[in-house]
């Protein structure tokens, strides 16, 4: 149990695009959506906070009005690159946390590339 | 800030060796402790957890080691086989201002030599 899949796993698109990510937990409800991102051969920095019919909470110094955060149901996150540039090229990975419990259970992340 | 961060950035070890991998945290009033391990390309994959009110905490062939004097926790790895060698991140669980939240540490290359 508690599997989170990622959809598309790889995208490429042009600068200037919107490209949205979806987050989905699969055999569990999850109250709590988290996003984060990460460069090459770094960790993993988180970006946002997505709770489960309200507004995402953003980290400082990520731009709520370029990567918007939905979560409309206890199963499905998105997170929609918007205006992509070159610099937002990175590996996405979300990750949900089982409702009554602490654990993050993390997708298997989104490549995106920004051409 | 607070930050947790690890010792060793790589790790090369033979196979069947025990791993032992050090996170040092900085936050003295965290309480969970995560360890993940990430594979080439892919999401991080949870190992094992600690509460603070415990010092140790065992899984299949994983041992947690949590020091809440010196602020640093260990993950022990033992008969370490080549499907092993991935990306070992301890992470750290606190309050956000609004949710909880995990840091990651800068994570340790863990390599296993046949």
């Known amino acids: 149990g508690a599997v989170v899949s990622q959809h598309p796993s790889r995208v490429i698109c042009k600068s200037g695009t919107s490209v949205k990510i979806e987050c989905r937990s699969l055999d569990f409800q999850a109250t709590t959506m988290f996003w984060y991102r990460q460069f090459p051969k770094q960790s993993l920095m988180l970006m946002a906070t997505s709770n489960e019919g309200s507004k995402a909470t953003y980290e400082q110094g990520v731009e709520k009005d370029k990567f918007l955060i939905n979560h409309a149901s206890l199963t499905l996150s998105t997170l929609t690159v918007t205006s992509a540039h070159p610099e937002d090229s990175s590996f996405y990975i979300c990750s949900a946390n089982r409702v009554g419990t602490d654990t993050q259970y993390f997708g298997p992340g989104t490549r995106l590339t920004v051409l | 800030g607070e930050s947790v961060g690890l010792h060793l950035p790589t790790l090369s070890v033979q196979e069947g060796d025990n791993s032992i991998i050090n996170c040092a945290y900085s936050?003295?009033?965290?309480?969970?402790f995560i360890w993940y391990k990430q594979e080439s390309g892919k999401g991080p994959q949870f190992i094992i957890d600690?509460?603070?009110?415990?010092d140790k905490r065992q899984g299949q062939r994983v041992t947690v080691l949590l020091n809440k004097t010196v602020k640093h926790l260990s993950l022990q790895i033992a008969a370490t086989q080549p499907g092993d060698s991935a990306v070992y991140f301890c992470a750290e669980k606190g309050w956000g201002g609004s949710n909880y939240k995990l840091t990651f540490g800068k994570g340790t290359l863990l390599t296993v030599n046949p």
């Open positions: 600690i509460r603070s009110n415990m």
């Open positions: 936050n003295s009033a965290s309480d969970y």
